[in-house]
């Protein structure tokens, strides 16, 4: 699996440009005024891992297939979205389908560019957003306990946790705090992400700075990762024109471009990165001479659910998983030295699964 990330922010803060570049198609229009992004656009792009090219390198992978990521471009959010202004239902409905917010914040100076309230402050224009997910969220959980009075009356257990939960993420709702701030039992975590309110998404803030901005970002990007070191969330400093250019450029060509201003890596890169923590994601590893694939999993995911990432006869028919770490089966070479050194291991249903690691599922058909 990969994840699904939803990209908002107001109009005019540089989110279709962003998504353009990332996505490396001109789909989302970019346009000088709201809602030029109508539907939603989706795009899937490579994650980019320099380890995967290793192993494919040393196993002489006919193929590498690496894992993928999908960015949903939604359409600008303004004040007032919780009541439908503007296109405000039709957005907060696309949001509620990804598994990651990542924010994007206008922090760049440029009076040809319009913002929708005549001013560039990010930090403010972070809680407009915020603001309009928790009204939205207060409206959808005052809805849901009216339609609950009848089953909780009854005793109907599921009902009884529903509220209980919904009633907890109104009470911080209330005093102004996002959803996310509830502390959930682990036994309700999966009734807690059924409820798909809007304000318990992970939230990253994307920066997007001018180009000679790019590497040490401004005084913008640092109010924005004071507020996101005092909620709890991650930032990136990214300049979308630079991420738009290095687009359209061939890979070295892009690779002299980075280094002329002054970047060690693109945007993209910082950007998976930070929804991979932020996410709790890892990467393993099927290397062969036909392909060499990455896999993304959660963090504490054990080797039946990781094999069924791959296909679901794997999970239920799985016997065992052949493992070797990263850095044994590229330090000896490939996998028949690893295995002569005795690196190659034999895990059963309990092995958690580690980030970077080379698998082989065994398993009944």
């Not at 309009?132 to 959808?140: P, V």
């Not at 701030?181 to 009734?191: S, Y």
């Amino acid at each position: 699996m990969g994840f699904k990330m939803g990209i908002v922010g107001l109009p005019n803060v540089g989110k279709s440009t962003l998504f353009n570049a990332l996505t490396r198609t001109a789909a989302a229009q970019a346009a000088n005024f709201p809602f030029c992004t109508i539907e939603p656009n989706v795009g899937e792009v490579a994650v980019p891992d320099a380890r995967l090219d290793r192993l494919a390198a040393i196993a002489r992978s006919k193929q590498i297939i690496p894992t993928r990521m999908t960015f949903v471009d939604i359409a600008g959010l303004v004040k007032g979205a919780s009541k439908g202004e503007g296109l405000g239902n039709q957005f907060l409905a696309n949001i509620r389908e990804v598994d990651a917010i990542a924010h994007v914040l206008r922090c760049f100076e440029d009076g040809d560019v319009t913002h929708v309230e005549g001013r560039v402050d990010p930090v403010a224009d972070a809680d407009t957003i915020e603001t309009e997910l928790m009204l939205a969220d207060i409206e959808s959980i005052e809805k849901r306990l009216q339609g609950l009075v009848r089953k909780v009356r009854g005793g109907d257990k599921e009902a009884l946790l529903q509220e209980r939960l919904l009633k907890a993420a109104l009470a911080e709702l209330e005093q102004g705090r996002p959803a996310r701030v509830v502390e959930v039992d682990p036994e309700d975590l999966r009734a807690w992400k059924m409820l798909q309110l809007l304000t318990t998404k992970p939230v990253l803030y994307v920066c997007n700075v001018g180009e000679s901005e790019a590497a040490e970002g401004n005084a913008h990007s640092r109010a924005v990762a004071q507020m996101a070191a005092a909620q709890g969330n991650a930032h990136v400093i990214i300049s979308a024109q630079i991420e738009e250019e290095i687009s359209q450029l061939e890979p070295d060509e892009a690779e002299m471009f980075l280094t002329e201003m002054g970047l060690s890596e693109a945007g993209l890169d910082r950007l998976i990165r930070a929804g991979y923590d932020l996410l709790h994601l890892e990467t393993y590893f099927t290397v062969g001479p036909k392909e060499a694939r990455a896999w993304t999993i959660r963090q504490g995911t054990a080797a039946p659910q990781a094999a069924g990432v791959i296909h679901g006869d794997f999970e239920r028919g799985f016997i065992r998983a052949e493992t070797i770490a990263y850095d044994d089966f590229v330090g000896l070479g490939g996998e028949q030295a690893a295995k002569e050194a005795g690196k190659m291991r034999a895990e059963g249903k309990s092995y958690v699964v580690k980030d970077g690691d080379v698998l082989h599922f065994l398993f009944n058909t």
